[in-house]
């Protein structure tokens, strides 16, 4: 089987005739697949990426909206546990929020480094999907040892907190 360039399909001219294909056939049939996979992953990050957006827009604008709506709460609230809890949420929404905004750059990365791959059969770009992809499962990772380690840590004040204030 004889290379070609297949940048222009009616002058598909051979680019290395003496040389033997580095792949059989089996070979080229598994990197065909593989490449469909990799499309397919493509669409469905940019399917999460938009999910990812929407996502932070709702949080940010929860977010302010509680900050906002908390001075109306100190009016009407006597005890004063009550109107810390919408500028608590407010912040807790602000911050979940902030939290996002590096794995949607990373889902982004992601499937255009996926998408490049898999229509161009471009090494680099295959090293690049990779490497974003382990750099988002990293941020998981740690974020979710981060969150776990926050709720061991806070449950037991907002116990204390709930108990005082009953």
């Known amino acids: 089987m004889e290379y070609t360039d297949y940048k222009n399909e009616e002058m598909a001219e051979s680019v290395r005739p003496e040389e033997k294909s580095l792949f059989n056939d089996i070979q080229k049939e598994q990197m065909s697949k ?16 938009v999910l990812t957006i929407i ?19 100190d009016a009407m609230d006597t005890t004063g ?19 996002y905004v590096p794995m949607a750059i990373y889902i982004k990365r992601i499937f255009t480094a996926a998408e ?3 229509l161009s059969n471009d090494n680099d770009a295959m090293v690049e999907y990779l490497k ?35």
Do not use: D, H, Q
Not at 55 to 73: E, K, Q, T
């Open 34 to 49: 593989a490449c469909n996979y990799l499309y397919s992953i493509s669409k469905w990050m940019k399917f999460f990426f």
């Open 55 to 73: 996502g932070i827009v709702f949080m940010f604008v929860a977010g302010l909206i509680f900050l906002i709506a908390s001075p109306f709460f």
């Open 81 to 99: 546990f009550s109107s810390m809890a919408p500028r608590f949420a407010g912040i807790i929404y602000l911050v979940v929020a902030a939290l």
């Open 116 to 118: 490049t791959a898999a």
């Open 132 to 166: 974003n992809n382990k750099s988002l499962c990293k941020f998981y990772g740690i974020l979710t040892i981060v969150m776990i380690g926050f709720c061991i840590l806070v449950m037991p004040i907002i116990m204390m907190i709930t108990a005082l204030a009953a």
